[in-house]
């Protein structure tokens, strides 16, 4: 294995050596690394309407793992664009209850699953499921054709984009993974039966990267969604990976990871190659098979809107939908979403979990904002109520979360979780937290890297997660980073500016969502969900508490309390504490007396001395709305589909 120590300018150390990817454990070059994109401070693009556009590596993939976030944005009028990237053939076996050796046909298998979605889809708008659609060949610039088919109702559209490659090489290994790690594959693609694509393409790296920029440019879309690029370590034997259909080592499927990592490389280049800056977009990465292994976290109102999604994309052999290849994909219709063992419709988590804008009050009475956009920071300052037009801070190209810290002077520190390099064929890719210091009222240094806490090994340093701080009383700064064996890990960065060394903190195993909050005692305090309870440290370590229910999703911490949802359940927990009326899903903000979350229909909800708020004008938001209270009382902010940003103050809606 080659190691080397990579300096970003006067960034600390960023060890980037080790394996190359979830795909393969084969040592690899150190990659090529360059700085955090340097702050331009001029006005960001901002977007004229919102479109999604999710990246799948299979068909099904949208209704697991990435509802109801795609529901609540699509179900109110946000165009939505799927790009599937394989064929979904799989073995060519449409297997169902009564038969599970039917004979195998990957072409009719392949058409059967899309005609699942589009039955699923014409549902979701409103119409009878066997709707026609318009099913057409699009030829890109490139000279590439994709199917894509497109159904529209009552204003809202919906368009499933096929780019088909074969699941599998010609030697039967599987095949985008192979084309992400091998240098100078070549992989063809499937043409389903009925197909108005009769042609067998061939994609290599570049051709499969370059297709998605150009839908990127083709769409323009404000939000996208992608599968799970840096899957955890999972330790599981070999009868288990195949029973589960999991990659040795990590856990999801191959594909997910690969699919996720091609969609990210296709991200940075189109977002860095826009000529007039970064793009207006927002990005959500999603959990895989993840979620076989963790607590679930969908109560049943949530949980029975996501499962019938999947009943007309399954169907049945006894449907009468007029393709003759199958009506959908036998093995997932019914009740076997709910039924099967995995659970994978039973939770949605994200990659990078927490607020997505970290906000900061100013001594005027505004608020300042720093999100991310375009894969850059930027930063958003309130005027008359309202957050204006972002600032580019660059740092790029960076997570869709960042954790942030005031300090004792009321300047800001901003950190990211930066992907330093995704490239694949053969290369090793590496991740860092980088940071950026507020020098003067909204003046900034450079970005500063921080390295990681897996230090050497490159392949661990793909699976921590975003960066959360906290300024101490003593004016030291806390970072803490959940690390790949899901554990925590802490810096520290003193009065002076210096940073200490990464020290692993022990303790987990928890999910990725930290909390950070200093206690009235002035001590540092750490919350993190596990399987089992809530974990607890100090920057002395672990502080183990005990008897506490289990967590599904992140905690929230505020005056000496603790609030969570248990899993698969609408209600909020605060064990020790009186009762708290607050259903809804997802995890919440605590701020003073102040809760905020999302209701079971997916708006936010804000509880305020006993009564549950909500905006005159609910907005619809992303994952991670964010709470804060100041002199105007509680204020909740986000961004929505269109990647604007997001403003709601209670007391002034009262006044």
Same mark, same amino acid.
């Given at each position: 294995m080659s190691r080397r120590t990579v300096v970003l300018g006067s960034a600390a150390a960023l060890a980037t050596a080790g394996s190359l990817t979830a795909c393969s454990r084969t040592p690899a070059p150190p990659p090529h690394l360059t700085a955090p994109s340097p702050a331009s401070g001029l006005p960001a693009a901002q977007a004229e309407r919102a479109l999604l556009l999710q990246v799948l590596a299979h068909p099904d993939d949208d209704l697991y793992f990435m509802n109801p976030d795609a529901q609540h944005a699509f179900g109110t009028g946000t165009p939505l664009v799927c790009v599937y990237v394989t064929a979904g053939e799989a073995d060519g076996r449409n297997k169902t209850p009564d038969d599970r050796q039917p004979a195998p046909n990957k072409a009719a298998y392949s058409a059967a699953r899309h005609q699942g979605l589009r039955q699923s889809y014409a549902t979701q708008l409103g119409l009878p499921v066997f709707t026609p659609w318009d099913v057409s060949a699009v030829r890109l610039r490139s000279g590439f054709q994709v199917e894509v088919n497109v159904?529209?109702? $009552?204003?809202?559209?919906?368009?499933?984009?096929?780019?088909?490659?074969?699941?599998?090489?010609?030697?039967?290994?599987?095949?985008?993974?192979?084309?992400? $790690?091998?240098?100078?594959? $070549?992989?063809?693609?499937?043409?389903?039966?009925?197909?108005?694509?009769?042609?067998?393409?061939?994609?290599?790296?570049?051709?499969? &990267?370059?297709?998605?920029?150009?839908?990127?440019?083709?769409? /323009?879309?404000?939000?996208?969604?992608?599968?799970? +690029?840096?899957?955890?370590?999972?330790?599981?034997?070999?009868?288990?990976?195949i029973r589960d259909s999991e990659q040795p080592g990590y856990s999801d499927h191959a594909d997910h990871t690969a699919v996720a990592c091609f969609a990210w490389a296709a991200l940075i280049r189109w977002t860095q190659a826009a000529k007039s800056g970064p793009p207006a977009v927002a990005v959500t990465a999603f959990r895989g098979y993840y979620n076989h292994h963790w607590p679930k976290n969908l109560p049943s109102q949530v949980l029975g809107t996501k499962a019938a999604h999947l009943v007309p994309y399954g169907a049945g052999p006894d449907w009468n939908c007029g393709n003759p290849s199958g009506c959908g994909d036998y093995n997932v219709g019914g009740d076997r979403p709910l039924t099967n063992r995995k659970g994978w419709v039973r939770a949605t988590h994200h990659r990078y979990p927490g607020p997505r804008l970290a906000l900061f009050p100013r001594g005027d009475g505004t608020l300042t904002a720093y999100g991310v956009l375009g894969l850059r920071a930027v930063r958003y300052e309130e005027r008359d109520g309202e957050f204006g037009g972002?600032?580019?801070?660059?740092?790029?190209?960076?997570?869709?979360?960042?954790?942030?810290?005031?300090?004792?002077?009321?300047?800001?520190?901003?950190?990211?979780l930066r992907l330093a390099a995704i490239e694949g064929r053969g290369a090793t890719d590496a991740r860092e937290i980088v940071a950026l210091e507020e020098r003067g009222p909204r003046r900034y240094g450079a970005w500063v890297g921080l390295g990681n806490p897996e230090g050497a090994d490159a392949d661990r340093g793909r699976r921590i997660g975003v960066p959360v701080a906290v300024t101490a009383p003593d004016g030291r700064v806390h970072l803490f980073v959940r690390n790949a064996a899901q554990g925590v890990s802490t810096r520290v960065r003193d009065a002076a500016g210096t940073w200490s060394p990464w020290r692993d903190l022990g303790g987990g195993q928890v999910q990725d969502g930290l909390t950070a909050?200093?206690?009235?005692?002035?001590?540092?305090?750490?919350?993190?969900?596990?399987?089992?309870?809530?974990?607890?440290?100090?920057?002395?370590?672990?502080?183990?508490?005990?008897?506490?229910?289990?967590?599904?999703?992140?905690? !929230?911490? !505020?005056?000496?309390?603790?609030?969570? $949802?248990? +899993?698969?359940s609408a209600r909020l927990l605060s064990p020790g504490g009186p009762a708290v009326?607050? +259903?809804?899903?997802?995890?919440?903000?605590?701020?003073?007396?102040?809760?905020?979350?999302?209701? &079971?229909?997916? /708006?936010?909800?804000?509880?305020?001395?006993?009564r549950v708020l909500r905006p005159a004008t609910d907005p619809v938001t992303l994952d991670g709305p964010s709470l804060v209270t100041d002199r105007h009382g509680p204020t909740a902010a986000g961004l929505s589909p269109d990647a604007r940003p997001w403003l709601w103050r209670p007391s002034q809606a009262k006044a």
């Open positions: 159904l529209e109702h $009552r204003g809202r559209r919906v368009e499933l984009v096929h780019l088909d490659l074969a699941m599998h090489t010609p030697a039967g290994h599987m095949g985008v993974p192979a084309l992400w $790690r091998e240098p100078g594959l $070549r992989l063809r693609t499937l043409v389903p039966d009925g197909s108005p694509l009769r042609t067998v393409q061939s994609y290599d790296y570049d051709a499969l &990267t370059g297709v998605l920029v150009e839908l990127f440019e083709r769409y /323009r879309p404000t939000l996208v969604h992608t599968l799970d +690029p840096d899957p955890d370590l999972q330790a599981s034997d070999r009868a288990t990976q972002p600032v580019d801070l660059g740092g790029g190209p960076l997570a869709p979360v960042l954790g942030g810290a005031a300090l004792p002077d009321g300047r800001h520190l901003i950190l990211g909050v200093v206690a009235d005692d002035g001590q540092v305090h750490v919350y993190a969900p596990g399987r089992d309870t809530v974990h607890h440290w100090t920057p002395d370590g672990p502080a183990p508490l005990t008897g506490l229910p289990v967590p599904a999703d992140a905690i !929230a911490a !505020a005056n000496g309390r603790l609030f969570y $949802r248990p +899993p698969a009326d607050f +259903p809804g899903y997802g995890p919440v903000s605590a701020a003073g007396d102040h809760l905020l979350g999302l209701g &079971t229909d997916g /708006r936010v909800q804000l509880l305020e001395n006993g």
